[in-house]
């Protein structure tokens, strides 16, 4: 008996009909939601996306190929700052300057690749290493006048009423919808990327990167061309950051929470699909969003309830789901692809 | 003497901290023959087995397969010569399925992933696997997962097999099914095989020629009937059940 081929089951996997009507549902909301949601509602769906587009992009490095980042805001930092030097001290508008930035940010990412592939620096190490780079950049920009060093590196703000989409000047709602194309687009793309042959070989490499090397998958060439993807799209994320908040300073954006921030999402949404990073984006600031508010509601003010919040968030998922919420609720929700019926 | 070897093992030597574990072994493995490989645990086996593909570098001596030397390739690099291997100890691709631990393997020869994935299928379909091609490498018992090992290094399309102890903890069927796969392969294809083995039934059912290693020195090698008969094998390995 000869089987039919059928699309990539697992991490690869496709929706089912019931599962396309959802997102169909889904998209619609979301691309009519800035005309009927309030400007609080509009900056919390900007934040969810902020993190699902960097949760994505770290996805590619770690869900897909197993290495461990925990310095990604280095390539926020790093993109932000890139972008916004060149529009404030050269006048160059971010849909140019945003190459300059994933340029930037894809160096930084080869010289850890290198660095960690080249010497079998793997594992805890391999994260030790992203974190020291982040944290060295992070030293460096808080010197560095050029850029306003500690004290700040600003962007003229722009007037709310008049939209420029050519120098990223303009309303949240412009913002969301950018944001939302980044998204999209990201989404499309690591789906894309994940039936391909380099998928497979970073799923090869994740789950075993000796049987790997021994099928034939050069595991340096394809290890580098994770990290430079993942932080050739965050960079993007630092980008936005830069000109949606007009502000960069290199204890905030290069801070180690940020980098934890960024990793949370898809790993409580699960690691290395496709849409975890989206669902573990929005349970997270929704409901994180929502305690804070409660709390002040009643009159209590507590610094760090939010932390305390992702630590229990963590905890719970780590104990009760450790392959993340999405797995779990398309198998609920009867949306993800059946075992032996995958299409 | 006249074909050239496929594989030459040539004067080849690790150490492991003092400790000979391959020592100046030299053995030929002719194309389209099966080769098995046997010795007491700790021989040297899997070592030699490392050297050849390439995830150790021998220490002194070269291996030249196909007419070039392949010490010190990377393990990739001897993958891409045509060498495919098995590990003794499995390394399933634990969260990917059965077909996507072969296609990875088919993938080696097409960036194609649809083909890849016939190719797979028409693998899995050889080794009885295909039935059960959407459940997760994880869910495999041991005698699958040996199938699997098997599966995926076919999917490179190599030249050579390496297996390393692929029989081990099969049921006596189950072996002769696994060496009716292999004499297939051989038989049909060309297939080179040098493997490791503990399990006589199945090497004396296949190879042509026996090599022993003990103490990382090749102590013996011939024709399976002579090698079992040889008293010093018989002394350090086979011992008195074999000599029947």
């Known amino acids: ?343 | 003497m006249s074909e050239a070897a496929l594989l030459s093992i040539r004067s080849v030597s690790r150490r492991f901290r003092g400790l000979s574990a391959v020592d100046n072994v030299s053995f030929d493995v002719p194309p389209g023959h099966i080769v098995a490989l046997i010795g007491p645990n700790g021989a040297g086996k899997t070592t030699l087995f490392n050297l050849v593909s390439g995830a150790l570098t021998p220490d002194s001596g070269d291996i030249v397969f196909a007419g070039r030397s392949i010490a010190g390739f990377r393990p990739d690099q001897v993958c891409a010569a045509g060498i495919g291997r098995t590990f003794q100890l499995v390394k399933p691709f634990a969260g990917l399925s059965v077909l996507d631990n072969v296609l990875v393997g088919a993938l080696h020869h097409t960036t194609r992933v649809a083909s890849a994935r016939q190719k797979a299928l028409a693998i899995l379909e050889r080794l009885s696997l295909a039935d059960r091609c959407h459940v997760p490498a994880a869910a495999l018992t041991l005698p699958d997962r040996k199938r699997l090992e098997v599966a995926r290094a076919l999917a490179t399309e190599p030249k050579l097999l390496l297996l390393d102890e692929v029989m081990a903890g099969l049921r006596p069927t189950e072996t002769d099914q696994m060496v009716e796969v292999f004499r297939r392969l051989n038989r049909e294809q060309g297939l080179t095989i040098l493997l490791i083995e503990h399990v006589m039934r199945a090497v004396m059912a296949l190879s042509r020629e026996i090599h022993v290693l003990n103490h990382g020195e090749l102590i013996a090698s011939g024709a399976p009937e002579d090698v079992v008969r040889n008293p010093h094998v018989l002394e350090c390995y086979l011992g008195e059940e074999s000599a029947v």
């Open chain 1, 1 to 343: 008996m000869m089987l039919p081929p059928s699309a990539s089951p697992g991490l690869a996997s496709a929706l089912n009909k019931r599962g396309v009507a959802l997102l169909a549902v889904l998209a619609l909301v979301l691309v009519a939601l800035p005309w009927f949601a309030s400007s609080y509602v509009l900056s919390l769906a900007i934040v969810i996306l902020y993190f699902a587009y960097t949760g994505q992009a770290w996805n590619v490095m770690m869900g897909f190929c197993g290495q461990l980042s925990l310095g990604h805001s280095l390539y926020v930092g790093v993109g932000g700052y890139a972008a916004a030097a060149l529009f404030v001290h050269f006048g160059i508008g971010p849909w140019l300057g945003v190459w300059a930035a994933m340029g930037a940010c894809m160096a930084f990412g080869a010289v850890i690749g290198a660095l960690a592939f080249r010497f079998g620096i793997g594992g805890v190490y391999f994260a030790l290493l992203t974190i020291a780079f982040a944290e060295f950049t992070r030293i460096g920009f808080d010197h560095w006048e050029w850029l306003g060093a500690s004290g700040g590196f600003f962007l003229p703000v722009a007037q709310r009423e008049f939209n420029d989409p050519f120098n990223l000047r303009g309303s949240g709602r412009m913002f969301y919808y950018l944001l939302l194309a980044l998204d999209v687009l990201a989404f499309a793309f690591c789906t894309w990327l994940l039936r391909t042959r380099i998928g497979y070989y970073w799923q090869a490499i994740r789950e075993d990167p000796e049987a790997a090397q021994a099928l034939g998958v050069n595991t340096f060439r394809y290890k580098m061309l994770a990290v430079l993807i993942s932080s050739a799209m965050t960079s993007l994320a630092g980008v936005f950051f830069a000109f949606y908040y007009n502000n960069l300073f290199p204890e905030q954006i290069f801070n180690m929470g940020r980098s934890i921030e960024i990793i949370l999402g898809p790993i409580i949404g699960g690691l290395g699909t496709l849409f975890g990073p989206i669902l573990g984006a929005a349970m997270l600031t929704v409901l994180a969003d929502g305690i804070t508010e409660a709390l002040r509601m009643v009159g209590l003010e507590i610094p760090g309830v939010k932390q305390v919040f992702y630590g229990l968030c963590l905890l719970a998922v780590v104990i009760y789901l450790p392959q993340g919420i999405w797995p779990a609720l398309a198998k609920r929700l009867g949306i993800g692809p059946r075992d032996g019926h995958r299409q």
